[in-house]
């Protein structure tokens, strides 16, 4: 497999389910030495995807390369160069902290020496060395989480693929596994993720494909998405009732668009600050203003829609 060669390689990938598509004639590249997101809300097919990269099951129609080879014919092969963190946690709670992955060392059939190494090296990496021995129940979940990436470590993979890394946990859990992974980063690893985070994949990815709907909507870093798909600022206003109904034409010329919300109403400007005066001097009345910059979550809302997927 040769350097300039993507590490995964899809086109027109295709996933169903009886009558169900769940991913639907997709195109993407990953990248040795990238962190690569699949941002989407629920449903969108973004594990789906994950879970045909990783060899845990077949395309249905497509072309899908991984590490230079065919998941069809080569998935052992695959397998043992990937490291894999699923969604959900599935530690065995019957070994210590350090036995979980002393026994993962073994599906690869690494020497015990040198899984005894790597568990300790690992373990130091997201900084578990003081729980090595103890039990995996009493965990917390962010814990619980920093060991599983770490068992996902153990076999020296070429590439991760990380299934909603941070899901459910607090913030101080989360940021902490962020820099671990940035970490990784540093170090050439290539990351795969999926997130239904905004602000995780602004921090970690540097491409990503936003998903909706078993398509890709969009392909990008995050900066060139959001400058692709939004204006630089939002400016939010909360108005009463009665400026609300003429506020359209009380902007007229101002904004590039206008969303309303039942709580606020989003203006989307190049220049939060100058249009925020013009507002006042137009004597248009608002509870309160805000000017921000234009983020993902923009972006993310107005492609794949704000209503609520179950």
């Known amino acids: 497999m040769s350097s300039a060669e993507p590490l995964v390689l899809a086109r027109r990938l295709t996933k169903r389910f009886a009558a169900f598509t769940a991913v639907d004639g997709i195109d993407f590249d990953v990248r040795a030495g990238e962190a690569f997101g699949f941002l989407g809300p629920n449903g969108a097919g973004k594990t789906s995807t994950m879970r045909m990269i990783g060899c845990a099951s077949p395309m249905t129609e497509g072309e899908l390369r991984v590490l230079g080879m065919d998941p069809n014919t080569q998935a052992s092969e695959i397998k043992a160069r990937l490291g894999v963190v699923p969604q959900t946690d599935n530690l065995d709670a019957e070994l210590t902290v350090r036995e979980n992955l002393m026994m993962y060392a073994r599906y690869f059939d690494i020497p015990r020496e040198v899984a005894g190494r790597r568990a300790d090296e690992l373990l130091s990496f997201v900084q578990l060395s003081d729980r090595a021995r103890a039990e995996v129940e009493p965990l917390s979940g962010g814990m619980k989480r ?165």
Request: glycine residues 4%; negative net charge; hydrophobic residues 40%.
């Open 146 to 310: 920093r060991l599983t990436i770490a068992r996902g470590l153990i076999n020296n993979p070429e590439m991760i693929l990380l299934d909603e890394p941070t899901t459910g946990l607090d913030p101080q859990a989360r940021h902490l596994i962020w820099d671990r992974l940035y970490r990784l980063k540093q170090r050439g690893a290539t990351l795969l993720l999926t997130t239904h985070y905004m602000d995780e994949a602004e921090q970690l990815c540097d491409r990503l494909v936003i998903m909706d709907k078993a398509r890709i909507v969009a392909e990008g870093s995050p900066r060139a998405l959001i400058e692709q798909h939004s204006t630089r600022d939002v400016l939010e206003l909360r108005l009463p009732d009665d400026e609300r109904s003429r506020l359209h034409a009380r902007l007229e010329g101002l904004a590039h668009r206008i969303e309303e919300l039942p709580d606020r109403v989003l203006v989307y400007t190049s220049d939060g600050e100058r249009t925020l005066e013009l507002t006042h001097a137009r004597g248009i009345r608002a509870h309160s203003a805000l000017v921000r910059r234009a983020t993902l979550e923009d972006v993310f809302l107005r492609l794949t829609g704000r209503t609520l997927v179950e």
